[in-house]
T-cell receptor, first 110, second 112 residues
Framework: AQSVTQPDIHITVSEGASLELRCNYSYGATPYLFWYVQSPGQGLQLLLKYFSGDTLVQGIKGFEAEFKRSQSSFNLRKPSVHWSDAAEYFCAALQNDMRFGAGTRLTVKP | NAGVMQNPRHLVRRRGQEARLRCSPMKGHSHVYWYRQLPEEGLKFMVYLQKENIIDESGMPKERFSAEFPKEGPSILRIQQVVRGDSAAYFC??????????FGPGTRLTVL
């Protein structure tokens, strides 16, 4: 069955530290891939997307993600986290419909 | 260009009442999607509509839930005879070509 998995429910990092959020997908063919961020009580904002081409994609707010076909992964990274990055992050895949991972909650320590 | 708009932002209903959630897509977008988010969970697809057509309703509960996207006006998600289990955040998204989706701020439904 098609699915998106985010293995980490909750991650805590110190401000200024690097960040990597994991995402794995299970699809027969490579879907379109997305990362969204959701602040408390808000809707989802698109950080970046991968359709094809360069496997390292740059997004907004200093985020990037790398598509690795061999690992069926699309991990989100940021070199230096800011306190304002604290939020819920969702990985999503689109083929016939959009499917979301369960989300990873990011806490940023001062 | 205004983003996706949803209203109301918060809706409180008693068990057995009807809930109507509205979504106005971004200008020029003809594809609308509805999702439900339960606390501590990701978004679950409910229904995909284009103007006057339901394209995919595989995520919609078989009873009490319906959706429409008329030729004029917003898309409506309607929940009849609400129960406590319907309490959730309902998000609408729109797209122009069925790929990148832009999300509204959501409607938080509370059933008392």
């Amino acid at each position: 069955a098609q699915s998106v998995t985010q293995p980490d429910i909750h991650i805590t990092v110190s401000e200024g530290a690097s960040l990597e959020l994991r995402c794995n997908y299970s699809y027969g063919a490579t879907p379109y891939l997305f990362w969204y961020v959701q602040s408390p009580g808000q809707g989802l904002q698109l950080l970046l997307k991968y359709f094809s081409g360069d496997t390292l994609v740059q997004g907004i707010k200093g985020f990037e993600a790398e598509f690795k076909r061999s690992q069926s992964s699309f991990n989100l990274r940021k070199p230096s986290v800011h306190w304002s990055d604290a939020a819920e992050y969702f990985c999503a895949a689109l083929q016939n419909d959009m499917r979301f991972g369960a989300g990873t909650r990011l806490t940023v320590k001062p | 260009n205004a983003g996706v708009m949803q209203n109301p932002r918060h809706l409180v209903r008693r068990r057995g009442q009807e809930a109507r959630l509205r979504c106005s897509p971004m200008k020029g977008h003809s594809h609308v999607y509805w999702y439900r988010q339960l606390p501590e969970e990701g978004l679950k697809f409910m229904v995909y509509l284009q103007k006057e057509n339901i394209i995919d309703e595989s995520g919609m509960p078989k009873e009490r839930f319906s959706a429409e996207f008329p030729k004029e006006g917003p898309s409506i998600l309607r929940i009849q005879q609400v129960v406590r289990g319907d309490s959730a955040a309902y998000f609408c998204a729109s797209s122009s070509q069925g790929y990148e989706q832009f999300f509204g701020p959501g409607t938080r439904l509370t059933v008392l």
